[in-house]
Nanobody, 114 residues
């Protein structure tokens, strides 16, 4: 089982990024997928999650209205579209798969700075 994130990088405040997490080795559509983030010196926190068929979605209050989680089960991929980025969104972003197993990706760095 492997989760591979991509799409992180450096962006100016107000900019956008789209993160992707592609899974292999698991029945993807049966798994709840989540995005978490961890800033330096802080606890890892939940950003958003989505159920297997994509009709149950929740967001942390601090990203609601700016971030959108979605999934493409045909491609075994979950996405996080991040708009109106703020410096406080700077963190390593991780995806997590939860089902009969639980797995984390390796993380992708997002830096919001002018």
């Amino acid at each position: 089982v492997q989760l591979v994130e991509s799409g992180g990088g450096l962006v100016q405040p107000g900019g956008s990024l789209r993160l992707s997490c592609t899974a292999s080795g698991l029945p993807f559509s049966s798994y709840y997928m989540s995005w978490y983030r961890q800033a330096p010196g802080k606890e890892r926190e939940l950003v958003a999650d989505i159920n297997g068929v994509g009709n149950i979605i929740s967001y942390a209050a601090f990203v609601k209205g700016r971030f959108t989680i979605s999934r493409d089960n045909a491609k075994n991929t979950v996405f996080l579209q991040m708009n109106s980025l703020k410096p406080e969104d700077t963190a390593v972003y991780y995806c997590k798969a939860a089902g009969s197993l639980m797995r984390w990706g390796q993380g992708t760095q997002v830096t919001v700075s002018s």
